[in-house]
């Protein structure tokens, strides 16, 4: 176990998670590798995780290390050996979950979107507020900003070495949703997941846009489409993940977006384009982005997410020219921890920095980022983009809080 400096193990910090399907997996993941690879004010303790199904919910506690197993979310709440709440369920129970969790005076960390429409992120982001007079921190689970070359890409723009900003791409493209005979799993329900690509990928989408620039989108001008209407249902309860599940004779209708493209416009005037699908057949998690300045750009794939790309325009042009920045240095965001340069991180290390970040949240009481208020403003983009597709692409203002 790991010891402060006067030589004493730091005190605990209770979680309690609740869902446990990939979300929960890859929380978990984070929760238990935190404190082994950083130095921790306090040291996450795996209390206990809730689900529905008695026996599912004991065998998730088991393989990710969970103490204890629960059947209702209620009582994991109430539970005096958890002081954090973990909201890894679909996003049509993030309101009541993390609303009750805050009420009760625990911590959250919410999982994106924040929640299936504005008026839920609202009272979320306003239970938030009050919370924190209490002293409580919440954050909402954007965990690609935890991404070291991503965060070392803000750091990049804030240091002003692209200078004005004229442009941000951002495509996040995958493909399990390309054959027809997928079934019909709780993500392509409205009244389960909010929306489609959209809130599953666009958010990460306009979330990193705004991270990395530090600006918000004040309109966007959208399409969206579903390309494929009715798929199979999904035979027994399983709820289905992304490999699918099992598929029955019958067949329903599918209620979100195959796809969404946008246009927006940051405060500044740049411009930004957005595509996300999960119909790019060979594209798995492309989660891609390019910002150019004045003075430079940099270009980023998930698909290789320990490379950076940056070409800097001061230098003379003979010799100018994207360079690959390998972002496994020690003096890298979040790179002190783990491995030699070059022995490279992956998708679930972003869960342990995320764990980590909120921890010292905790433990200093500085409230950390993405707060609800950020994920709500996500949620104000969301909505704009479905009401400009609605309207035929017209350009629809971002209300300001
Ligand atoms: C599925 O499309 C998914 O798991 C998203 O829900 C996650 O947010 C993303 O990180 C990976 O893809």
Same mark, same amino acid.
């Given at each position: 176990?790991?010891?402060?400096?006067?030589?004493?193990?730091?005190?605990?910090?209770?979680?309690?998670?609740?869902?446990?399907?990939?979300?929960?997996?890859?929380?978990?993941?984070?929760?238990?590798?935190?404190?082994?690879?950083?130095? *921790?004010? *306090?040291?996450?303790?795996?209390?206990?995780?809730?689900?529905?199904?008695?026996?599912?919910?004991?065998?998730?506690?088991?393989?990710?290390?969970?103490?204890?197993?629960?059947?209702?979310?209620?009582?994991?709440?109430?539970?005096?050996?958890?002081?954090?709440?973990?909201?890894?369920?679909?996003?049509?129970?993030?309101?009541?979950? %993390?609303?009750?969790?805050?009420?009760?005076?625990?911590?959250?960390?919410?999982?994106?979107? *924040?929640?299936?429409?504005?008026?839920? %992120?609202?009272?979320?982001?306003?239970?938030?507020?009050?919370?924190?007079?209490?002293?409580?921190?919440?954050?909402?689970?954007?965990?690609?900003?935890?991404?070291?070359?991503?965060?070392?890409?803000?750091?990049?723009?804030?240091?002003?070495?692209?200078?004005?900003?004229?442009?941000?791409?951002?495509?996040?493209?995958?493909?399990?949703?390309?054959?027809?005979?997928?079934?019909?799993?709780?993500?392509?329900?409205?009244?389960?997941?909010?929306?489609?690509?959209?809130?599953?990928?666009?958010?990460?989408?306009?979330?990193?846009?705004?991270?990395?620039?530090?600006?918000?989108?004040?309109?966007?001008?959208?399409?969206?489409?579903?390309?494929?209407?009715?798929?199979?249902?999904?035979?027994?309860?399983?709820?289905?993940?992304?490999?699918?599940?099992?598929?029955?004779?019958?067949?329903?209708?599918?209620?979100?977006?195959?796809?969404?493209?946008?246009?927006?416009?940051?405060?500044?005037?740049?411009?930004?384009?957005?595509?996300?699908?999960?119909?790019?057949?060979?594209?798995?998690?492309?989660?891609?982005?390019?910002?150019?300045?004045?003075?430079?750009?940099?270009?980023?794939?998930?698909?290789?997410?320990?490379?950076?790309?940056?070409?800097?325009?001061?230098?003379?042009?003979?010799?100018?020219?994207?360079?690959?920045?390998?972002?496994?240095?020690?003096?890298?965001?979040?790179?002190?921890?783990?491995?030699?340069?070059?022995?490279?991180?992956?998708? =679930?290390?972003?869960?342990?920095?995320?764990?980590?970040?909120?921890?010292?949240?905790?433990?200093?009481?500085?409230?950390?980022?993405?707060?609800?208020?950020?994920?709500?403003?996500?949620?104000?983009?969301?909505?704009?983009? =479905?009401?400009?597709?609605?309207?035929?692409?017209?350009?629809?203002?971002?209300?300001?809080?």
């Amino acid at each position: 176990m790991e010891q402060t400096e006067s030589g004493a193990a730091p005190p605990t910090l209770g979680v309690g998670m609740v869902g446990y399907a990939f979300m929960g997996a890859a929380h978990s993941q984070g929760w238990r590798t935190a404190g082994r690879v950083f130095d *921790l004010p *306090l040291r996450p303790v795996l209390a206990a995780v809730a689900g529905r199904d008695a026996t599912a919910v004991r065998a998730a506690a088991r393989r990710h290390g969970w103490a204890a197993a629960e059947t209702d979310w209620r009582t994991l709440i109430a539970r005096d050996d958890v002081q954090l709440v973990d909201v890894c369920t679909p996003g049509d129970s993030h309101a009541e979950i %993390a609303i009750a969790a805050l009420e009760a005076g625990k911590h959250v960390l919410c999982e994106k979107p *924040l929640a299936n429409s504005v008026a839920e %992120a609202e009272t979320m982001a306003a239970a938030a507020e009050a919370a924190s007079t209490r002293g409580q921190i919440s954050m909402v689970g954007f965990n690609y900003r935890r991404v070291p070359a991503l965060s070392y890409a803000r750091s990049l723009v804030t240091d002003g070495r692209l200078g004005t900003l004229r442009h941000v791409r951002v495509s996040y493209l995958q493909d399990w949703l390309v054959d027809p005979a997928f079934p019909l799993t709780w993500r392509l329900e409205r009244e389960h997941a909010g929306s489609g690509a959209l809130g599953d990928l666009g958010a990460h989408a306009v979330d990193l846009a705004q991270y990395l620039t530090g600006e918000l989108l004040v309109g966007v001008s959208a399409l969206t489409e579903t390309f494929v209407r009715k798929r199979p249902l999904l035979a027994g309860a399983a709820p289905g993940g992304l490999g699918g599940g099992v598929a029955s004779e019958a067949y329903g209708q599918v209620t979100v977006d195959d796809a969404a493209l946008f246009t927006g416009r940051l405060a500044s005037g740049a411009l930004a384009s957005f595509e996300a699908t999960r119909m790019a057949a060979g594209r798995k998690n492309a989660l891609r982005l390019e910002i150019n300045g004045e003075r430079g750009s940099l270009a980023f794939d998930l698909e290789r997410l320990n490379e950076l790309s940056f070409h800097d325009h001061t230098e003379p042009a003979v010799s100018a020219g994207f360079r690959r920045i390998l972002v496994t240095e020690p003096d890298h965001p979040y790179l002190e921890g783990w491995w030699p340069p070059g022995h490279g991180l992956g998708y =679930e290390h972003t869960f342990a920095h995320q764990a980590r970040d909120l921890v010292h949240a905790v433990a200093s009481g500085i409230a950390p980022a993405p707060s609800f208020a950020d994920g709500l403003q996500v949620q104000r983009v969301l909505a704009a983009v =479905e009401d400009s597709a609605r309207n035929s692409a017209v350009y629809t203002p971002v209300p300001v809080p």
